[in-house]
């Protein structure tokens, strides 16, 4: 052999060797994680948070049998990239809640290597917000957020801060999914109105859209951020909805055809739009993409609010009653056979603006009573559902109910009827009608994470 054949065979075996070293050497430090999502011993996480678990290189997709076990227990969905475990609720996190993730199973890279080393990690949820207008003066031309402590108290850091302030009154708002920005509705004479975006980690606020004397209203964002439905009246034109992409602020109609429609509301997917249509006296539900559409004849002009998970909606109808009285009356619609229910009893009706709990399973609505409205609270597995008086104060009246994310908690706008000219509060109840705050000269209340 010569020498150079000789070389050549050395240096073969010196690389071999190596790479076999490195082999033993990394199946004995085995499939190794860079990065968790929260991170380790992160504190004030928000309640809308995923958790994610990233590996330094490709995951074997037939090597994958682990699961997360997760302290408190959440109920949710696994994912999977080609380095990273995603898991994704079902529902909000607990507030002011310390959670231990663990990660459970066989799992193989695809070099081969395993995951040999435990993987456990906490972190701790922040406490809720409750955001609102203030309704001082009538001006409400400010927004402003108070927390809410473990347990609904409000204690010593409940104190308000406010969110944004403008020279116009602030017609209504709503937050993005990932709680990082608010679209809000201002006034600008006696009808029109304008959309702007409020950057709450500190950019300030700046206007989305100039609706140049028409009245833009009833803007929702959709479940992924990705884009705004709103309703748009130019008079002496009825409403129409729109959409608008947040980033760009290109807008264009929700349907290519002139359907007329308010108060659009999203499906919990993203993939549907309900709004009402009230010269086709009903319920519009369109694709969010475009598509099919469908018509759901009712007679009251109320709002879809969607079930989570389900394409399933709530409103209120008018039904005719004994001695030809029509009242409202809580429908649910199953939209795969579009049948249409009474969930509760025939003693509900002056029922209306039913809201659904995040797990699907509850639901709060607004009851006429002797004097004023009052809060009433549905559970059932459905279709029957039977309900309760959740607060029966005779000298307030309630409308606008929005859950907390975690379901525990609701908000509530309320009047007094005991005086002339009230100013509105915003109270937040917990599950048993108690209330655990009361926030003076406030409307509008939405929840924060």
């Known amino acids: 052999m010569r020498p150079l054949d000789r070389a050549a065979l050395a240096t073969l075996g010196a690389v071999a060797a190596v790479a076999a070293a490195a082999v033993a050497i990394g199946d004995r430090v085995g499939l190794q994680v860079v990065a968790v999502t929260p991170e380790r011993d992160a504190g004030r996480v928000s309640t809308q948070a995923g958790i994610e678990v990233r590996f330094a290189e490709s995951v074997d997709p037939d090597g994958r049998s682990v699961r997360l076990a997760i302290k408190p227990p959440i109920d949710g969905a696994l994912r999977w990239g080609a380095r990273t475990l995603l898991f994704d609720p079902h529902r909000a996190l607990s507030a002011r809640t310390r959670y231990t993730v663990r990660l459970v199973g066989a799992l193989r890279a695809a070099s081969g290597r395993r995951l040999r080393a435990p ?21 409400r031309n400010r927004i402003a957020a108070r927390t809410v402590n473990a ?25 993005a999914p990932d709680g990082g920005s608010l679209v809000a509705t201002l006034g600008t004479d006696g009808f029109a109105a304008d959309l702007w975006l409020i950057d709450l980690q500190g950019a300030g606020a700046r206007e989305l859209l100039d609706c140049a004397g028409a009245e833009c209203s009833n803007a929702r964002w959709a479940p992924d951020g990705t884009a705004i439905v709103f309703s748009q009246r130019r008079l002496p034109l009825p409403p129409r909805p729109w959409l608008i992409d947040p980033r760009t602020g290109d807008t264009r109609p929700l349907l290519e055809e002139e359907v007329i429609g308010f108060d659009p509301r999203w499906s919990a997917d993203g993939a549907w739009v309900a709004f009402v249509s009230p010269l086709e006296g009903g319920l519009r539900v369109a694709g969010a993409a475009g598509g099919r559409t469908v018509l759901v004849p009712t007679r009251s002009n109320a709002p879809a609010a969607w079930r989570p998970g389900a394409l ?3 409103t209120s109808d008018l039904r005719e009653g004994q001695g030809g009285q029509f009242a409202d009356v809580v429908v649910s619609i199953d939209l795969a056979d579009l049948s249409v229910r009474t ?12 809201s659904w709990a995040p797990d699907g399973v509850s639901f709060a609505f607004i009851r006429m009573a002797d004097r004023g409205e009052q809060v009433w609270l549905a559970t059932g597995a459905g279709p029957q559902f039977s ?13 606008e109910i929005v859950f907390a994310p975690g379901g525990d908690l609701m908000a509530v706008q309320r009047s007094r009827l005991d005086v002339p000219y009230p100013q509105p509060e915003v109270v937040v109840l917990d599950l048993s009608g108690q209330v655990v705050m009361a926030i003076a000269d406030a409307a509008t209340p939405r929840w924060l994470p």
């Open 151 to 175: 347990g609904g108290a409000g204690g010593p850091e409940s104190g308000e801060r406010t969110l944004a302030s403008f020279e116009r009154p602030v017609r209504d708002f709503h937050r």
């Open 343 to 354: 969930p509760l009893g025939a003693e509900h009706r002056g029922s209306r603006s039913p």
């Open 119 to 139: 993987v456990e990690w906490s972190f701790e949820t922040g406490a809720l917000r409750i955001a609102y207008v203030t309704a001082a003066a009538t001006a």
């Open 387 to 399: 309900a309760a008086p959740l607060v029966t104060a005779p000298s307030f009246t309630y409308r």
């Open 312 to 314: 399933t909606l709530l």
